[in-house]
Each structure stands twice: as structure tokens, then as C-alpha cells.
């Protein structure tokens, strides 16, 4: 069964702590999203990679988010430190080839930071 | 600034009726196009992609673009109750450097 898998599903911090969120791509899928989803704002592009190289990350607050590939099977994004605004759902998907913009979206990460 | 707007919705439909959602988008270079589904607390789903001027079918779906009009649209026909969700629609450039752009969703109700 190939699915995206997101790590923490909820996450609940108190401003100013540092949180990581972890994706594990569909195996064999080359390129990986980070999306972040409110209801003001709707789903937005924080930052994608293709075969582990950033290709753009200019969603991303610079100051205080970092998002990484270690390896083909694990993304990371991270923020430190964060913020009540930074509360949202944060979305990982995968893509693979030339059809890489037909997404598979990981079930999310609910964060709340008060 | 590229956007792609979808009114919000709520739009109801009765059971069997046709849903017609709606999608705009503003970067006349868009040439790829995807219809998302999205249950709530869920994560989104794709359902459709058109990259070509026309109709395109799937089942009970048909997606058709107009890029004249820069104009998206996603029908649902015989609208069942599970179908009730947020319809995202997205565009993109293409390439190998392209990424999608959302709007911000419709939302659709399918009365029993």
C-alpha cells in the first residue's frame, strides 16, 4: 500500500519551542512538497526538492524555517522557534518523473503552537 | 502574482444532479491543471488533471479547459452524498520547474 506518511499527526507546543516534522516519501518518488494549509490562506507551496536537492523554498519564512532531505526516504521541515501564527496543518507529497505534478498527499501534521 | 480563484461555495446539489465547479486562474504561462477532492480533517486527493483545451472524462467526472478563457471547470455527474467535500482546483506552468498553485477550495454539499 503506498502512501506518504507524515510524523507527529498533532503536535500541540508552546511559542518559542522548536518542532520537526517528518515525511517519508512514496517509495521510488523523486520529488517532495511541503505545503501548509489555514483557512485564511488556503494550501501554500513552503518548499519542494527533486531527488533530494532543494529546487525552491521561497515559501518558506527564511528565519525561521529550514527544510532538509537526508536521504531518498525522509523530509524534514523544521521550525524554531515557532510562533502561535505558524499554527496550521502542514502537508508533505510526493511526486514522481515528469508526472511529478500529480501530487500523493501524506495525511498532515496538525500543529498548534500557543 | 499568480492566483487561481474558486468561489468558496457552500454549493448544493441535490442527490443525481450535476455539480459545476468553477476555477480561474490569472498566469496566462499555466499549462497543466488538477482537480483535488478534500475531505474535512482529511488530506487533499487527486481526482482529475487536464493539460489540453477541451473535455476530459473520468467516470462520473469531467474536467474542461478553457485556456483562451483561462477558465477550469470540474463536473460531477449523478452527485452522490460521499461526494460532499472541498474541490480544489491547482495550475502550474510545467516543466521541470514547475509547482502548483491552489485556490483556496469549493466547497460542496450533496443533499440526500
Known amino acids: 500500500d503506498a502512501r506518504v506518511t507524515q510524523t507527529p499527526r498533532h503536535k500541540v507546543t508552546e511559542m518559542g519551542q522548536e518542532v520537526t516534522m517528518r515525511c517519508q516519501p512514496i517509495l521510488g518518488h523523486n520529488t517532495v512538497f511541503w505545503y501548509r494549509q489555514t483557512m485564511m490562506q488556503g494550501l501554500e507551496l513552503l518548499a519542494y526538492?527533486?531527488?533530494?536537492?532543494?529546487?525552491?523554498d521561497s515559501g518558506m519564512p527564511k528565519d525561521r524555517f529550514s527544510a532538509e532531505m537526508p536521504d531518498a526516504t525522509l523530509a524534514t521541515l523544521k521550525i524554531q522557534p515557532s510562533e502561535p501564527r505558524d499554527s496550521a496543518v502542514y502537508f508533505c507529497?510526493?511526486?514522481?518523473?515528469?508526472?511529478?505534478?500529480?501530487?500523493?498527499f501524506g495525511p498532515g501534521t496538525r500543529l498548534t503552537v500557543t | 502574482q499568480k492566483e487561481v480563484e474558486q468561489n468558496s461555495g457552500p454549493l448544493s446539489v441535490p442527490e443525481g444532479a450535476i455539480a459545476s465547479l468553477n476555477c480561474t486562474y490569472s498566469?496566462?504561462?499555466?499549462?497543466?491543471f488538477f482537480w483535488y477532492r478534500q475531505y474535512s480533517g482529511k488530506s487533499p486527493e487527486l481526482i482529475m488533471f487536464i493539460y489540453s483545451n477541451g473535455d476530459k472524462e473520468d467516470g462520473r467526472f469531467t474536467a474542461q479547459l478553457n485556456k483562451a478563457s483561462q477558465y477550469v471547470s470540474l463536473l460531477i455527474r449523478d452527485s452522490q452524498p460521499s461526494d460532499s467535500a472541498t474541490y480544489l482546483c491547482a495550475a502550474a506552468r510545467g516543466g521541470s520547474q514547475g509547482n502548483l498553485i491552489f485556490g483556496k477550495g469549493t466547497k460542496l454539499s450533496v443533499k440526500p
Open positions: 507529497a510526493s511526486g514522481f518523473g515528469d508526472s511529478f505534478l500529480e501530487q500523493y
Open positions: 526538492f527533486r531527488n533530494r536537492a532543494p529546487l525552491d
Open positions: 498566469d496566462r504561462g499555466s499549462q497543466s
